[in-house]
């Protein structure tokens, strides 16, 4: 009887450490995070509703900059759409997030649009 309670305890220490050491930890997102992510997924509900690839196959960096403004009304931001050589941008102290997209039935011609965001 006093073995077979031994082994319940220490199976039971046993299981508790397994539980502490392994257990799953909450990461939170930093400030550069936070931004990244909804910036990507502003672009990503324009990509769903074709917006996104309208402006990018008309080059119109100022509209997309616009929409952007009013999904992002928190953040400073700068939009560029290029092919390959995008350039630097003016906004120093800024992070970057850059979306593909390879165009339309009719064309393929792929471009990216870097947001970059302060």
């Known amino acids: 009887m006093l073995r077979t309670l031994e082994a319940i305890v220490a ?12 257990k799953p930890y909450e990461s939170f997102l930093s400030h550069e995070e936070e931004k990244l992510t909804k910036a ?4 990503k509900s324009l990509d769903k509703t074709n917006e996104l690839r309208g402006y990018v196959l008309q080059n119109d960096t100022k509209g997309l900059e616009k929409k952007l403004r009013e999904l992002l009304p928190e ?3 700068e939009v560029v759409i290029c092919s390959t050589d995008c350039g630097k941008t003016s906004m120093p102290e800024s992070v970057s997030i ?4 390879a165009g339309d039935v009719k064309k393929f011609d792929p ?8």
């Open 11 to 22: 199976i039971s220490l046993l299981a508790t450490v397994f539980i502490f050491v392994f």
């Open 40 to 43: 990507f997924n502003s672009l």
């Open 75 to 77: 953040f400073e931001l």
């Open 98 to 101: 850059t979306y593909l997209v």
């Open 111 to 118: 471009k990216q649009v870097i947001v970059y965001i302060r």
